[in-house]
C-alpha cells in the first residue's frame, strides 16, 4: 500500500520490480503469483507494468471484514521476466 500523497509517480512500480529482481537473481524463486480486486485500476496497471500475465478471475475472503471480494489473479514465471 502507498499513500495517496506519492501516487502517480511510478515508485509501486519500482518497488515490485525490485522484489521481483531480488526473488528470482538472488533467491531463485521460480514463480511470483499476484492479484488485484476488479475496481482497482491502479494496481491492475502495476501488474501489468511489471510482466505479469492474466491467469484467472476468483474471489478473496478478507476475514477482518467478514466479506469476499472479487479479484483478478496474475502470474509470472521466471522464464516469461522480460529484460
Known amino acids: 500500500m502507498l499513500s495517496r500523497d506519492y501516487w502517480g509517480r511510478g515508485l509501486m512500480t519500482e518497488a515490485v520490480k525490485a522484489v521481483i529482481e531480488y526473488g528470482f537473481d538472488t533467491l531463485g524463486i521460480e514463480v511470483f503469483t499476484i492479484g488485484h480486486f ?3 485500476d ?6 501489468e507494468k511489471c510482466g ?4 484467472n478471475d476468483g474471489e478473496y475472503y478478507a476475514e477482518q471484514l467478514g466479506r469476499v471480494f472479487p479479484e483478478r489473479r496474475y502470474i509470472l514465471l521466471r522464464g516469461e521476466r522480460r529484460a
Request: hydrophobic residues 30%; positive net charge; charged residues 45%.
Open 52 to 55: 505479469f500475465r492474466y491467469e
Open 38 to 40: 476488479f475496481e482497482n
Open 42 to 47: 491502479r494496481s491492475r496497471r502495476v501488474i
